[in-house]
């Protein structure tokens, strides 16, 4: 069973910054999965922020594109995603997505709420 934690959210205000982090599963061929982003906000459908593949290259939604910056440590099995300049429309609980062989892993979503 692959389990995806995500760790890092909380309450940041406007301009601030905030780092998520995603361990996955020790067992896991960590190298071998491509990892996302996302995140949903109330009543709005989930959307991709930002993705690294196994072959370390990125893409983020333009929205966020340098502000955020998506990155891995495949020894630590861990994904992270540094978040700047964070604005109120960054809020939304973020998920931690990996895909191998087809088989999609989410984690179960931490809360990232930025406000005054």
């Known amino acids: 069973q692959v389990q995806l934690v995500e760790s890092g959210g909380g309450l940041v205000r406007p301009g601030g910054s905030l780092t998520l982090s995603c361990e996955a599963s020790?067992?896991?061929?960590?190298?071998?999965?491509?990892m996302d982003w996302y995140r949903q906000a109330p009543a709005k459908a989930r959307e991709l922020v930002a993705s690294i593949s196994r072959f370390d290259m990125t893409n983020y939604k333009d929205s966020v594109k340098g502000r955020f910056t998506i990155s891995r440590d495949n020894d630590k099995k861990t994904v992270f995603l540094q978040m700047n300049s964070l604005k109120p429309e960054d809020t939304a609980v973020y998920y931690c997505?990996?895909?191998?062989?087809?088989?999609?892993?989410w984690g179960q979503g931490i809360q990232v709420t930025v406000a005054s």
């Open positions: 020790k067992s896991i061929m960590f190298r071998l999965y491509d």
């Open positions: 997505h990996g895909l191998y062989a087809g088989t999609d892993y």
